[in-house]
Each structure stands twice: as C-alpha cells, then as structure tokens.
C-alpha cells in the first residue's frame, strides 16, 4: 500500500484498525476539499460542504480527515469547544467534541481557531454523499466559519 500523509496523520494509519483485523485495502480515489466562506455560524448545524464519493465493490472503507476552523467576533471569548460532524447520505456517522485554541503567547489574541478529526467510515456499494457540518453550541457567541479542509480516501477491500 502506498502511503499517503495529509497533515500529521496518514491513511496507512487511519486504515491501521483494519489492518489489526486481518483486512486489507487498496486506495481507489481521494477526494479533498477546502475554503474559507467566512459566513456567520448559527448556533446548531451549520453545513460547509458536501463532497460524492463513489464505492467501486461490495463495500468501502473512507478514512477521513477534516480540519474545522472558527472566528469568533470578540476574539478574548472563551468558548473553545465546537463539534466537527460528518454525515453519510443525511445520516449522522461522526460526531466528535473538539476544542479551538485560543491561548496564543502572551498578550497575542488568535483571531480563528481550529481542530482536526479523524475516523473510518464504512459505506456501501455506489455513491454517496459525505456532508462536513460544523456544530455550533454557542448560541450567544457570535462567529464566522473559518477555514476548513477535508479529505477522503476511499478503500475497497484487498481481494
């Protein structure tokens, strides 16, 4: 298998769970995206982007990896925690607390804030749509969606 890096993680160790089980996969497509809309998060669901993979066998594994980035209009408010979410065809597949930094060196205010997640998701035969949404818990804290990537490598089993 060929490894390919995205950051600090790489798909060799995002398909490592498999692996430990006995399964192995071939890369069959990656698909990556970014931008930086800089709209006003609502607090809830926010969507910033939807990306259609396709399954080429009987089943697939995604290893995913998306940044999530968010700018709060007063840049000393403290609420860090957000969620990154992604969702498979509308259905809900991760879910995961995160937490943007805003303690930057002394006397220096970070204007946008991020995290990362990733995670395997498996999916069936055919297309499908992969949803990152940007969960917003603060409903008195007003913020823009900064800047975000994601990448999805798509695997099928080895055969």
Known sequence: MKKLTVGALSFAALLATGA???AQYD???LFMSSGNPQTTLAYGNNKVHDE?????DTSCMVALVATDQ?????VSA?????RIRIYVDGVLKRDTWV???GDGPAGV???CRGAESASNV???SGAHTMSLYTYWPWQFVPATQGAWTVNYFVSTPHH
């Open 109 to 111: 205010q970070i204007a």
């Open 78 to 82: 403290q609420q860090q925690a957000f």
């Open 122 to 124: 498996g999916i069936s």
């Open 52 to 56: 259609m993979v396709n399954c080429p």
């Open 27 to 29: 890369l069959s497509s």
């Open 70 to 74: 968010f700018c709060p209009v007063d």
């Open 99 to 101: 937490w943007g930094r």
């Open 20 to 22: 430990a089980n006995g």
